[in-house]
């Protein structure tokens, strides 16, 4: 996969992309990751990228010239003229859609990604209707720009191009991901997947850590025993931290039966 990054600060990204997932994933051929300093798509002689707002307000906006050119100079026609699926140009913006696990699974599919960072108050509205294939938000809050988005949805995506972790398989053995082998009324039938749901929780050695002891199902042997206990913890976890998943999660009669008992 190939992934462009522009942003006033490239500098920013020395550091995401320089360790685990996203650094091996490099070093194997697998992502390739290119960031771009928007300053050098300005021409005037103090390198300048944003301007006040028409009709008035407070703080400066981002010009569409240098977004336009940059974007034109990696070979992108804008958005109208593209009939590439393979690709998507996506605009950081507190205005876009929410990324979540499932936007990360589509990214994941595509061959090219262009990740613009918005700063200042916000990126001329030109640059989001015909350059940006899409707007996305990490989160409902403001960033001071769109960098940090940028690096968690590289880390996102990167994960899960195939061969980008060691195990693939635990990338569907996650919370938020729906397995495919997930049907409508069975739920998953992995005793790890999370069937868009909350991850269960997980224990390790020492078995008893200062009198804080491990369940004694995991160590039973029983997988069936197990797989009940990690279904039924998830499912606790996710009413308690995030009772709007159980909204659109695959849900089986033993599921509702266990959010009944809890």
């Given at each position: 996969m190939k992934i462009d990054i522009?942003?006033?600060?490239?500098?920013?990204?020395?550091?995401?992309l320089d360790y685990g997932i996203i650094r091996r994933a490099r070093e194997a051929g697998l992502a390739a990751i290119k960031v771009h300093d928007l300053r050098a798509f300005a021409h005037d002689r103090h390198k300048t990228v944003d301007d006040r707002p028409f009709g008035g307000g407070e703080g400066m906006v981002l010009k569409?010239?240098?977004?336009?050119?940059?974007?034109?100079?990696?070979?992108?026609?804008?958005?109208?003229?593209?009939?590439?699926?393979?690709?998507?140009?996506?605009?950081?913006?507190a205005q876009g859609k929410r990324f979540d696990q499932s936007v990360a699974n589509e990214l994941a599919t595509l061959e090219r990604i262009v990740l613009i960072c918005g700063r200042y108050e916000g990126?001329?509205?030109?640059?989001?209707?015909?350059?940006?294939?899409?707007?996305?938000?990490v989160g409902d809050y403001v960033l001071s720009g769109g960098e940090l988005g940028a690096a968690?949805?590289?880390?996102?995506?990167?994960?899960?191009?195939?061969?980008?972790?060691?195990?693939?398989?635990?990338?569907?053995?996650?919370?938020?991901?729906?397995?495919?082998?997930?049907?409508a009324g069975d739920g998953p039938s992995s005793t790890c997947a999370s069937g868009g749901l909350l991850d269960y929780p997980h224990?390790?050695?020492?078995?008893?850590?200062?009198?804080?002891?491990?369940?004694?199902?995991?160590?039973?042997?029983?997988?069936?025993?197990?797989?009940?206990?990690?279904?039924?913890t998830a499912l606790e976890?996710?009413?308690r931290n995030r009772p709007d998943l159980l909204d659109e999660a695959v849900l089986s009669d033993e599921d509702k039966k266990l959010l009944r008992d809890l």
């Open positions: 522009v942003t006033i600060f490239p500098d920013f990204f020395c550091g995401p569409p010239e240098p977004i336009f050119e940059c974007i034109e100079a990696l070979n992108i026609v804008p958005c109208e003229g593209r009939l590439d699926a393979k690709q998507n140009v996506i605009l950081l913006s990126v001329d509205e030109r640059v989001g209707r015909y350059l940006a294939d899409r707007e996305l938000s968690v949805i590289v880390d996102c995506v990167t994960r899960l191009i195939p061969g980008a972790v060691g195990n693939q398989a635990s990338t569907q053995q996650e919370s938020f991901t729906i397995s495919s082998d997930a049907h224990y390790t050695r020492p078995a008893d850590f200062r009198g804080m002891g491990v369940p004694e199902v995991l160590a039973s042997g029983n997988h069936e025993e197990i797989r009940r206990w990690r279904r039924r976890k996710t009413l």
